[in-house]
């Protein structure tokens, strides 16, 4: 994996959309890091928290669009580009360093659906040295994300014959057609299925 910058401090900068300052960030990484006696735990229960406790809007069928880390807890939903806000500010908010990656992956089953990019995370491990990823998609039949420190386990793992992409940058903001996407639409449904960015 590549940083998109070569300063760990652009991977803890707080902005409109990893808005961890909030009152309701604050607390919940409050509580998370009482459960938590290092950092690599609180990354742990953070990402299980996000993928577990926070619903993916399509699995719901819900028409809200969440966008801001405050406003994805606050509703307890979103899709991905939101989901992961909200894991990037609960980190950032202990002074863990994370990002975002991003995957070209088909929108149904098959090619002939079309694509859609899926972001996931990446944090720093101080104590390992190195950035994991992580994914808070939200499980489902067919997907089981978990936190690893061995050996990557995503929600979706890339096929190349379909022509989808593991994309190797970690970006210290979310990329601007992403949070375009939920900027121009008022329905979660309708951006889902035909508003969302399909390559970087």
């Known amino acids: 994996m590549n940083r998109e ?5 652009d991977y803890l900068v707080e902005s409109e959309y990893v808005n961890y300052s909030h009152a309701s960030i604050q607390e919940l990484a409050a509580q998370l890091a009482s459960q938590s006696p290092d950092d690599i ?12 406790a926070v619903s993916h809007s399509w699995d719901i069928q819900s028409s809200r669009i969440t966008c801001s880390a405050s406003d994805v807890l606050q509703y307890r939903e979103g899709i991905c580009y939101a989901k992961s806000n909200l894991l990037c500010a609960l980190l950032r ?8 990656c991003y995957q070209r992956l088909t929108l149904g089953d098959t090619p002939d659906t079309g694509y859609v ?4 995370n990446a944090v720093y491990m101080k104590e390992l040295d190195r950035w994991i ?10 997907v089981d994300a978990q936190f690893s420190l061995d050996e990557e386990r995503l ?19 979310p990329r601007a057609e992403t ?22």
């Open 133 to 142: 990823r992580l994914d808070a998609r939200g499980n489902k039949q067919g």
């Open 117 to 120: 990019v899926h972001a996931l």
């Open 41 to 52: 735990t609180y990354a742990k229960n953070a990402f299980e928290f996000v993928r577990d």
């Open 93 to 100: 908010a202990r002074g863990i360093p994370a990002g975002f």
């Open 179 to 200: 949070m375009e996407s939920l900027r121009a639409h008022t329905d979660c449904r309708v951006m889902y299925a035909s508003g969302l960015p399909v390559g970087l």
């Open 155 to 173: 929600a979706f793992a890339i096929r190349g014959e379909y022509e989808e992409v593991d994309y190797p940058v970690i970006y210290a903001s």
């Open 5 to 9: 910058s070569s300063l760990i401090e």
